[in-house]
């Protein structure tokens, strides 16, 4: 496996862990409280996960918008990662969930000034024996 890899990888795994963290910690507060009284801090802690492992880009829907956080959470560090490729500065690595809905998820980067950053986020759709990318919220 290449050094590249390696550290694409490493970032999407960081994200998962960040992105689990976050669902974990405010998952049972809004049950308890609501998210009109955590929609602010919720918000500000997710741009800030953003930030540091995805692209600058306008998302008019996903989770930024919903900031929906669920149990079990979608993000877990036991998701499987079944395969790695980069071609120029683009890299493709695909994930297989192990708890909730299973999905298995394609994810999307793009290098820019020496980091990879994640650009989107897609699920396997095996509906009626075809098999079709569509587009998932981060």
């Given at each position: 496996?290449s050094?590249?890899i ?10 998962i862990?960040a992105m689990?963290?976050?669902e ?20 500000q ?15 008019k ?10 149990d ?7 998701e499987i ?26 994810y ?7 980091q ?13 024996g ?9």
């Amino acid at each position: 496996m290449s050094i590249e890899i390696v550290d694409v990888e490493n970032v999407l795994k960081d994200f998962i862990l960040a992105m689990n963290g976050w669902e974990l910690h405010y998952y049972p507060e809004v049950r308890e409280k609501g998210l009109i009284t955590l929609k602010e801090k919720m918000k500000q802690d997710l741009d800030a996960i953003f930030d540091c492992f995805c692209t600058k880009k306008e998302r008019k829907q996903g989770r930024q918008m919903s900031l929906l956080c669920s149990d079990p959470p979608e993000y877990s560090p036991t998701e499987i990662f079944l395969n790695s490729c980069i071609s120029g500065s683009k890299a493709v690595i695909s994930t297989q969930q192990t708890s909730g809905f299973k999905n298995r998820y394609r994810y999307t980067f793009g290098l820019k000034n020496q980091q990879w950053f994640i650009d989107k986020k897609e699920w396997l759709d095996e509906e009626e024996g075809m098999e079709r990318w569509r587009p998932a919220y981060l």
